[in-house]
């Protein structure tokens, strides 16, 4: 594993994580808790069962949704 | 028995059944408990939610509104509150299909100004069309244009939902004549959706020959929102039996209630 970080953005924040970290590895790190959520990597929906075969890459987009109050 | 007749007068979306016509949001609640409560007050069965960006960082312990309101209970209907253009709103409803576990089932609506938070027709097309092309089962919040409607329905909208006045304007209908053509022609549910004040604008709906209300502000922003849920629910089967009854002709002359025979002398 190289020893190096990426920069990513989640829900437009930049974050500096670790080369070769999945989607999953990603979202445990957040620590969200057990709430429902859904992910996009790059524009695209990433369901649940594919997040830690996913692997992150420089400049990736990734924005992690839940539902809330709305009219 | 009038509640025999209420359990069997029930509203069919998308091939699914529901006993309740009132639809609510679950916005701008106090909190949570309040959500619930008012909701519960409204024995409401469909209830719309917004999908927002999770807060990095917030505490994991706080409950989340799927917590309160779950799918096993309710029908959590995502909407795309928020969105000014069909890629928003369809990328949106793509993320809400995954978060509720393949839900096809999806309320569209795409703002044009954030001023009058008025649809946007144009766009609102767009995203009706490539949404039910991707398989969703598209409620669209749209004008009350008779024209726009049919062409919803024709792209194979499962509902039309025009607005009655403004959302969060409590402002009640304010075109029924639109309205009546919309509901006149439609094959598929027509639901109110924004607008709606007081117990009175969800019966006026409902007296119209609407399938169905939704309203968030009406409830949430009462004085008593459990108390108003409670109205509503009324209001919505009151204005429905008073359509199935079949209304008194209006008339611009006195006709009196009293026999004229046998008046006392």
């Not at chain 1, 990603?26 to 620590?31: F, G, K, P, W």
């Not at chain 1, 695209?44 to 830690?52: G, K």
């Amino acid at each position: 594993m190289l020893d190096i970080d990426i920069d990513i953005h989640v829900n437009g924040v930049p974050q500096r994580v670790r080369a070769g970290l999945s989607l999953h590895e990603l979202v445990e790190t957040l620590e969200l808790g057990s709430q429902a959520l859904a992910l996009a990597l790059n524009r695209a929906v990433v369901p649940r069962s594919r997040w830690s075969q996913q692997i992150l890459l420089a400049q990736d987009k990734v924005e992690i949704v839940r539902a809330i109050g709305g009219g | 028995m009038m509640q025999d007749d209420v359990q069997n007068d029930g509203l069919t979306i998308a091939g699914k059944h529901y006993r309740s016509r009132l639809l609510v949001g679950s916005g701008k609640y106090r909190d949570l408990a309040q959500t619930r409560a008012a909701t519960e007050s409204a024995q409401a069965e469909i209830i719309t939610v917004a999908i927002r960006r999770v807060n990095i960082g917030q505490d994991r312990e706080a409950p989340n509104l799927l917590d309160v309101l779950p799918q096993s209970r309710y029908t959590i209907l995502p909407n795309t509150a928020g969105c000014y253009s069909a890629k928003e709103a369809v990328h949106t409803l793509q993320l809400a299909r995954e978060l509720l576990g393949g839900q096809n089932l999806v309320k569209l609506e795409v703002l044009a100004d954030d001023k009058t938070l008025f649809p946007h027709m144009p766009e609102t097309l767009i995203a009706a069309e490539a949404l039910v092309r991707d398989g969703f089962d598209v409620m669209v919040y749209c004008s009350d244009d008779p024209i726009q409607a049919r062409i919803l329905e024709q792209i194979g909208c499962v509902a039309i939902m025009p607005l009655a006045s403004l959302i969060g304007s409590g402002m009640g209908i304010l075109n029924p004549w639109n309205l009546s053509l919309i509901i006149e022609q439609s094959r598929v549910p027509v639901l109110v959706d924004a607008g709606v004040g007081t117990a009175s604008d969800a019966a006026i709906a409902m007296e119209l020959g609407c399938d169905g209300v939704l309203m968030n502000s009406a409830i949430a922003l009462a004085q008593d929102p459990v108390r108003m849920a409670g109205a509503m629910r009324l209001a919505v089967q009151a204005g429905r039996e008073a359509y199935l009854a079949g209304r008194m002709p209006r008339r611009f002359e006195a006709v009196p209630s009293s026999p004229l025979a046998g008046r006392i002398g």
